[in-house]
């Protein structure tokens, strides 16, 4: 039988009696595959302390049941991030795979300026509030590191900017405390929720990119004027695709001005220093940074300790940046961003010990 037929999964991502029903495999020494459970929805508790002290790391399905595993996944998830079988990297990669199909679905579902739906933005919700705990711990965090640098594609990186932003804000109170308008202190349960609404902004940030054209979005160079200017306009088609919905105000402001610049020179509208709320001045700088330190189509990605160096503004001669193959649009930042939540965000990605930095 060829290894393409089947689907790897982490032996933690069964959870006994919440399994479908089909066929699990396991490798063999003369690199077939041999069945180890007829009906996956009862594994025992049993089954899997033998497996795990086979040291057996992997397992299979057939890979025509990919579609009902996605289910199984989302719909398990909460348990799944808190079971201690599996390790922090397979939660991570499971969380990574649940939020990629999420977003990926959103932004499918509102393609031609659809406004989104109910339907998805409860999906939406839902993820995030069953992975809210896992993401805002700082092993989780140290998980996410792992996978800084890699390709950027929109609903990767929209992960990414959830992780990076549900993080950041657990480990800043106060600025969480600042994202709600009216500024009175929170209890723990209203702390949780605004922490998931920004999780929501956090992941439908750029969902306006549904309007801009394939080719501008993965150019391999630099736009020119008119395509800068469709580019400029997913701001606001975001907005339009939200507005009905009954997300918070924040949220939605979020996903508006994410693009601002603390300076004024930003997009939309312009707006300038503690006019643009505190939300999107996080967006704003954790979506420069991944960016950064993504692999684009048109450069390579920069290690995490030089794109804080530019971001800061203490990189150094031009010389030293087109070393690092840093692309002009990364350069003259250092007016972008809030320089007290810049300072901040820089002391949580050093608690998160990323390679380089």
Request: charge should be negative; glycine fraction near 8%.
């Amino acid at each position: 039988m060829s290894p393409q037929k089947y689907l790897s999964i982490p032996p933690g991502a069964i959870m006994p009696g919440s399994m479908p029903k089909f066929k699990i495999f396991v490798p063999a020494p003369n690199g077939q595959y041999v069945l180890w459970t007829p009906e996956g929805n009862r594994v025992t508790s049993e089954q899997l302390d033998k497996l795990s002290e086979s040291g057996q790391k992997e397992v299979f399905i057939d890979l025509e049941e990919q579609f009902k595993y996605e289910e199984y996944l989302e719909a398990h998830l909460d348990n799944i991030l808190g079971n201690e079988g599996p390790s922090d990297d397979q939660k991570a990669a499971i969380f990574s795979r649940v939020s990629t199909n999420v977003v990926k679905h959103a932004f499918e579902s509102s393609f031609g300026f659809r406004p989104i739906s109910s339907d998805v933005l409860q999906r939406t919700q839902s993820m995030i509030e069953k992975a809210l705990i896992f993401i805002a711990e700082s092993r989780s965090l140290q998980a996410l590191a792992k996978i800084v640098g890699h390709d950027y594609e929109t609903y990767e990186h929209a992960t990414k900017v959830l992780w990076f932003t549900v993080g950041f804000l657990s480990n800043n109170p106060h600025a969480l405390q600042g994202v709600r308008p009216d500024g009175d202190e929170m209890e723990e349960g209203q702390r949780l929720e605004v922490l998931r609404q920004c999780g929501v902004a956090a992941l439908l940030h750029d969902i306006g990119k549904t309007l801009v054209a394939p080719e501008i979005l993965h150019k391999n160079g630099i736009l020119t004027e008119i395509e800068w200017e469709i580019m400029k306009r997913h701001p606001f088609n975001g907005l339009a695709m939200l507005l009905d919905t009954d997300l918070p105000g924040f949220v939605k402001k979020g996903v508006l001005h994410h693009h601002e610049d603390f300076c004024g020179g930003g997009y939309p509208m312009g707006l300038e220093g503690k006019d643009i709320p505190i939300l999107p001045r996080v967006l704003r700088i954790v979506d420069t940074f991944d960016a950064m330190t993504s692999r684009r189509p048109y450069k390579d990605p920069i290690p995490p300790f030089k794109a804080a160096q530019i971001m800061v503004g203490k990189a150094e001669s031009t010389k030293a940046g087109a070393d690092l193959g840093q692309d002009v649009r990364d350069q003259g930042m250092r007016q972008c961003f809030d320089e007290e939540l810049l300072r901040k965000f820089i002391v949580f990605l050093g608690h998160m010990k990323l390679a380089n930095f």
